[in-house]
Every structure is written in C-alpha cells, then in structure tokens.
C-alpha cells in the first residue's frame, strides 16, 4: 500500500491543479464553504430554512441532526442537484448557487452519496478512471481523430497509473478488473470514496460514509479520511451517529428542523443544552 | 494473472459454453457420422426408397453439427474478434449454401445470389445494430425510432440527388446531406425528451418515427415545384433513388447498361459468366449478380469502417461517461460530467449513422417507400441488438449477422427445402396452399397434413414474426445478456492491467 505523503494528490498532479492553486489563493482560502441563509422547499415543506455555515480549509468538519434536520436537503442544494428556494452558496469565493452537480464538481467540491452507488457493470478501475476532471478524451472528436488521439492516450495512460495507485491505497487493487456491481457493500464505499478523490477535489461532502458499514471497516474509513485531511483535503462529513462525529470531527455544525442549532467543538456541543433537547426529542 | 484467477475468469465472464454445448455437438457429429455410414453401406448395397435421400439429409445435418462444433470451439478460444465474426459469417456460408445445392440443386448463380444476399442482409444489420449500440448499449438511450432515422436519411439523399423529384445534384452532396438532415432530425427530437427520463426518449422517439413515416406518405407532399424544380417525397408511391455507384465500375454510363461497359467490367464480366464449374445450368453468375456483389463488398469495408469508429468511441474517455450515463446518470454528473451534452452528442452521432445506414441499405435498391419504414423495422434491430448483446461492439455485428441470416431470411428458405425434403423422404406432395385457415386445418381431421404445410409454408413470413416475438421473450427470460454475455469491452483508450505496479497481492 502507497504511504500517505506518495498520495494521489501529489503523484497526480498535473498542469490544471497548479492553475487552480493560483486561482485559489487570490480567493479567501480559509473557507472554501460558505452557506448563507439557505432555504429549500418541497411544495408546503420546508426541509432547509435559513442554514448559515462555513467550513474551514483542510478542517474535518461534522454536520448532524436527528433524522429529517435536513442534512441531506443541505448537501444536496450545495451540490447543485436541487435548486435552493432561497440564500446562496460560495465556494472559493465563488457563487456556485443554483449551478448543475457537474459545474460544481468540476469546481473542485465533489460528493459522496448516502447509499453507495457505483456503476455495476463497469470494472473497479473504469469506475475510478471515469472520475478525474478535464480529460482531453471526453472529447469526442479527440477520441476518434486519428493523430489528435495519441495525446488521450498519453493522458490515459497517466490516469490509470493514478487509479492503480488510488486502489491499492484504498486496498481494493484486487478487485481493479471485477464489475463494481459484484462488490460487497463494504468494497463499495471504498470505491465511492477512491472514485471521488480521484477528481483531485478541494474539498469532499461525504454522506454518511459510515452507514450499514461494520466496525472494522468503519475504523479504516475513518483512518482514511484522517490521512486525507493531514495531507490537505477538506471534508465535511454529515452523520446522524453523534459518536462518530463527536470523535473525529474538530468541528460541528448542529441542523434541528432545517436551521442551524449550534455550532462548536466537540465539548461546546457536548454541553450545548438545546443540542441534547433536540436529539431527545423534548420540548423546549 | 496466476493461473487459477484464469481459470475462474474462463467459467464467470466466458459463459459461451454453456450457449453452444459443445460437447453435445460433438456427440451429435459422431452419431450423425455412424449413420450416415450406416446409410451409405445401403444404399451401395442398392437398397432405394428412402434410403438415398435420408442419407443426403442425415449427411447436411452432419456437416452442420461439424460447424456448430467449429464455432463453438472457435467462440471459445478464439482472442480475435474479428476472426470470430469471419468465422460465422462463413459458417453461415456453409448452412445456406450446402443445403441451396445439395436440396434445391441451384445453380451456381442462384447459389452466389444467395450468399450475396445474406451478406448485404447482415452488413446493412450490422451497421444499424452497431449504431444503436451506441445509443442503447453504451448510453442507455432507448431509441426506438431507428426506422424514422433511417427514412430521413434515404429520403434526404433521394431529393438532393435523385433522379426524379429530385434537384440532381452530385451523389455524395446527397449522402453528405442525408447524413446530416438525420443527424440534425436527432437533435430536435432528442433536446426536449433527453432531459427527462429514459422513458420519455422511447416515446418521443417512436412518435418522431411514425410522424416522419405518415409525412413522407401523405400526398401533401409528393410533388412540389419550387423555384421551377419538381420535388418531393413521391408519397405513397415512394421515391426512386440514384443509381448504385458501384456501377460506374462495370458501365462506361452506369444509368444506361447499351451504352457499353468498362475494361474493369468487359474483363470480369466475361469470367464470371463462363462460371460453369458446378451444377450445370448453362450460364455462369449473370452481370447483375455480379455487379450486387461488388456492392456487398463495400458494404464489408463499411461495416469494418463503421466498427472501427464505434470501437474507438467506446474504448476512451468519451465511452467511459457514456457508459457511466447508462449505470447512473447522477454519479456521472456529480463527478463533474456534462452528462446533457454528452448524451446529444452521442444521439446525434448514432443517427447520423442510420441515416448513414438508411442510404447504404434503401437508397441502394433504386426506390424506397415509407413502409420499409415501419415500426417493425426498429424492432429487428433492437432484436438483433438483444440477440448479440448489448453493450458490446462484436456483439452488434454478430447480432446483426445472425439475425439477418438465421432469423430474417432463413425461415423464407427452409419454406423453399421442406416441400423438397417432404416429396423425397415421404412422397408428400405440397401443392397449392389453402386460402384460408380452416381449409388448412379441416382436413387435419382426416390425418390429412398436407394442406395444414402448405398453408404454413405459404404463410412463413407471419409465423417468421410471431418466432420472433417468442424469441425475444425467451431471451429476455433467459438471456438478456445476449449471445456474447456481459463481455468487458474495456472503455478506455490503454491497456488497462499494464498500470499495476508490484503487483501486489493478487491471489
């Protein structure tokens, strides 16, 4: 297995992540997130209502909330695959509000899904050299042109590398020639997880990365994700398992009933008497 | 690979054995063999009756288990693809051309204008499978308007450069156009149905193929005269098309055959008309034969060049989103991928090429009407799609050979041998088919066969759709992977084991 300092990251990096090293930095780079007023609702339903947060570069940052909080509506507007009713969405300075799910991942902040879902009669390898950004292949007149193509090979050959290497950190290098839909649920999240760090992002949304995984596997990912984030990335990571959160999250934003109800360390949100109200279920 | 990983690859993803058994065909060749043997000692012994003919049958059945045997071996252990496809063309070949001489006894020119006809069959399939492969196997698009495609192709090309209703302009001016006009149909159809789901497309689609249909055959739009130039579809009548290019090669003026033919043609023309090697009939292949079967032959090249493209789209980036769309469209997207453009794109490439298609096959008889644009049409290609297996290149062009030949066209010819085979082993003679159904089965009543075959025999081109339509269920119960399986055409433009370093751990 590849340590963590020969990382994709490094190993990968190619012109345009330079190019948007310097676009970064002109940016305030301290926050990539920033969520303002965000509101989304569903006919009469209103699943987000006034959401503000940030989350701040290279921070393993939680987002809980009981069940129906509105976590999941949350990411899904940052993403682009709902539209907010209302507030914005900035990322790296930018507005990335209302954009479609492919502008924003091209923009460097990628998701993960709550149920794995990887794309069963592609091999384990197809399904990670799908994902990185900016290949010169995905055009098509590129692909097909004779002489045009030898540079898609070139580049092709250079993102295999990377998704072999990807694999064997994430330790699923055997199963590279299998169809992702033969793998077992376990083997799938590592996929989904090798499949969106292969986008070279700036910053990964997991949706609960840890459901229905067993405590062995879980410890792994979680191992993962921490080596991930000392090597730069940014994560935030929506969870209903308070532990999980409280464990490995330096910081965590609370949402009740679409809002954010608190905000912390670990310890604030331990104390924080509205926070335990509302994951008991009392009234205030 | 170690060893053992090759073995459980050889049984999980090269499931072929199980399609063609064979080891049954062996058993059957043998068996097959001995009585054959068996007939040959009676009838040299001068035992007659139906001794003589059932060893002639017992014999074709024997050299048919032969190559279910060969083709099974070679499906098997065959690592070229194309071998594979030349492989069963020319088993076909065999099947059809053994059993057209051996029963029908055809001359040489009836026998060549068989096999030339499968040929022209199985390429202009070829061609359209491979271009809804595109569609439905990589991209999960479900076009079920290919005829409509088709037609604006044909019909595109029929009025830039027909010879009547048409502006007479040069030939390739018209391909060119027809390719485009089809292309283009594509995209409108595709801009409002391709942002809702897979369903809405198939709607759409089949509605935009009917709609081109009942246009070109309305009257409204036979014949027009603008700008001083008569044009139109021809409506019901249909449209004549240019002639075949492949002419010029034969004829010094390829639209008057007097006006004398070309060195190329004199030369070849006067070989293959002294052809009298085998089966006696008098005359060699006749000229128009010969000119259909230089036709096939391009075709052949067309099909490969068509293959090519196809192959080259699948195995690279492009391929990889496309088939990324089919699985799932919203991991496709959230990794960033245009998934909108990459689908119109793709939709309009795939019906460029049944327009493209549409032209080779339609616009090369010398007229076309709106019904060979029925729904049905589209229908035997997805069938042929299914019977190949979809998501797969080779799978297409097998797909389409197979159906083309086996399906399509041999039912009409099996009509044709089991009168001849009835009268030989039985003395049955199959005269003149009933009118009706139940003058066919009537006589069932009083052990009298004979109207019910003919009847059916008459009727072979209907039970040939609902075989069909059995098939296709079947199929779908049992195989829908079709003939060659879940095969890993890999999507991308390199080898993709070669980037493993240290190996590692690999049982």
New interface residues.
């Given amino acids: 297995m590849v340590t963590v300092s020969e990382s994709p990251r490094e190993s990968g990096e190619t012109a345009e992540t330079a190019d948007r090293a310097d676009a970064t930095a002109t940016h305030d780079t301290d926050y990539p997130l920033r969520v303002e007023g965000l509101r989304k609702e569903f006919g009469g339903i209103t699943a987000v209502d006034g959401a503000t947060f940030e989350v701040e570069a290279g921070s393993l940052t939680g987002l809980i909330g009981p069940n129906g909080a509105g976590k999941s509506t949350t990411f899904n507007c940052i993403?682009g695959?709902y539209e907010p009713t209302d507030g914005a969405v900035y990322f790296d300075g930018e507005d990335v509000t209302g954009l479609?799910?492919?502008q924003v991942?091209?923009r460097g902040l990628?998701?993960t899904?709550q149920i794995a879902?990887e794309?069963?009669?592609?091999?384990v390898?197809?399904n990670v050299?799908?994902?990185p950004?900016d290949?010169?292949?995905?055009?098509?007149w590129r692909?097909?042109t004779p002489g045009v193509?030898g540079g898609?090979?070139e580049q092709?050959?250079e993102?295999?590398?990377r998704?072999?290497?990807m694999l064997?950190f994430f330790e699923i290098?055997?199963l590279?020639?299998e169809?992702a839909g033969n793998l077992s649920g376990g083997q799938r999240k590592l996929l989904e997880m090798a499949?969106?760090l292969m986008?070279d992002p700036e910053m990964v949304l997991l949706d609960e990365p840890l459901a229905g995984v067993n405590p062995s596997l879980e410890n792994k990912l979680l191992d993962h994700i921490h080596d991930l984030r000392a090597d730069g990335y940014t994560f935030l990571l929506v969870e209903h398992d308070m532990e999980v959160i409280m464990e490995n999250c330096e910081h965590v934003i609370v949402m009740h009933q679409g809002s954010v109800l608190a905000e912390g360390d670990a310890e604030d949100i331990r104390s924080n008497e509205s926070v335990i109200e509302a994951y008991l279920g009392e009234d205030v | 690979m170690s060893p053992v990983a090759d073995t459980t690859e050889q049984f999980t993803t090269d499931d072929l054995a199980e399609f063609t058994r064979e080891s049954s065909a062996a058993t059957a060749l043998g068996a097959l063999a001995l009585v054959w043997v068996a007939l040959s000692v009676l009838s040299l012994v001068g035992v007659g009756g139906i001794v003589p003919p059932l060893r002639e049958l017992v014999m074709v059945l024997a050299v048919y288990a032969g190559l279910v045997f060969a083709i099974g071996a070679l499906w098997r252990y065959s690592k070229s693809d194309a071998l594979l496809i030349v492989g069963v063309m020319l088993a076909l070949y065999v099947v059809f051309g053994v059993a057209m001489v051996v029963f029908l006894e055809l001359p040489l020119n009836g026998l060549v204008n068989t096999l030339r006809r499968i040929t022209f069959l199985s390429a202009v399939y070829a061609m359209l499978v491979l271009a809804l492969n595109l569609h439905w196997g990589y991209t999960g698009l479900f076009n079920i308007g290919v005829a409509g495609f088709m037609a604006i192709g044909v019909y595109t090309m029929a009025i830039i450069s027909g010879p009547e209703l048409g502006l007479g302009l040069p030939l390739p001016l018209g391909i060119v156009g027809g390719v485009l006009a089809s292309a283009l149909v594509g995209l409108i159809a595709a801009l409002p149905a391709l942002r809702l789901d897979a369903d809405y497309l198939a709607i759409v689609t089949v509605a935009f193929s009917e709609i081109i249909r009942l246009t070109l055959n309305s009257s409204v739009f036979a014949e027009m005269t603008l700008f001083g130039t008569t044009v139109g579809t021809g409506g019901g009548q249909g449209i004549r098309t240019p002639e075949n290019p492949i002419r010029a090669i034969f004829y010094t003026d390829p639209g008057d055959t007097s006006a004398g033919l070309t060195p190329v043609g004199d030369v070849l023309f006067e070989v293959t008309g002294s052809l009298k090697v085998f089966l006696v009939s008098g005359v060699g292949i006749r000229d128009s034969v010969v000119i259909g079967l230089a036709y096939v032959i391009a075709l052949v090249a067309i099909v490969a060049a068509f293959y090519w493209?196809l192959r080259?789209?699948g195995n690279?980036?492009?391929?990889?989103?496309l088939?990324?769309i089919?699985?799932?469209e919203?991991?496709?997207?959230?990794?960033?991928?245009?998934?909108q453009l990459?689908k119109i794109?793709t939709f309009m490439?795939g019906c460029a090429l049944m327009g493209l298609a549409g032209i080779l096959w339609r616009g090369s008889t010398g007229f076309t009407i709106p019904s060979d644009y029925m729904p049905i049409q589209t229908f035997y290609i997805f069938l042929a799609l299914i019977i190949g297996g979809a998501?797969s290149n080779t799978g297409s062009v097998l797909g389409g050979i197979v159906f083309a030949t086996l399906l399509f066209e041999g039912p009409p010819q099996l009509a044709r041998i089991i009168p001849v085979l009835l009268d030989d082993l039985f003395g049955l003679q199959i005269t003149d088919a009933p009118n009706t159904s139940i003058e066919a089965i009537a006589p069932l009543s009083s052990l009298d066969v004979t109207p019910f075959i003919a009847y059916s025999l008459e009727n072979i081109s209907t039970l040939r759709f609902i075989f069909l339509g059995v098939l296709i269920v079947y199929l779908m119960q049992n195989r829908p992977e079709g003939l060659l399986g879940?095969r890993?055409e890999?999507?991308?433009?390199?080898d993709?084991?070669?980037?493993?370093?240290g190996g590692?751990?690999?049982?």
């Fill in positions: 993403t695959i479609e799910p492919y991942a091209q990628v998701r899904f879902r794309l069963g009669e592609m091999t390898l197809e050299m799908l994902a950004r290949q010169r292949g995905e055009a098509l692909s097909v193509r898609v090979v092709e050959a993102v295999r590398d998704a072999w290497e064997e290098d055997h590279a020639e169809f499949r969106v986008t | 493209l080259r789209i690279s980036p492009f391929g990889r989103v088939k990324a089919r699985e799932d919203m991991v496709a997207n959230s990794l960033g991928k245009d998934t990459f794109k490439v998501g879940h890993k890999s999507a991308a433009a390199v993709l084991s070669a980037g493993r370093n590692g751990d690999r049982e």
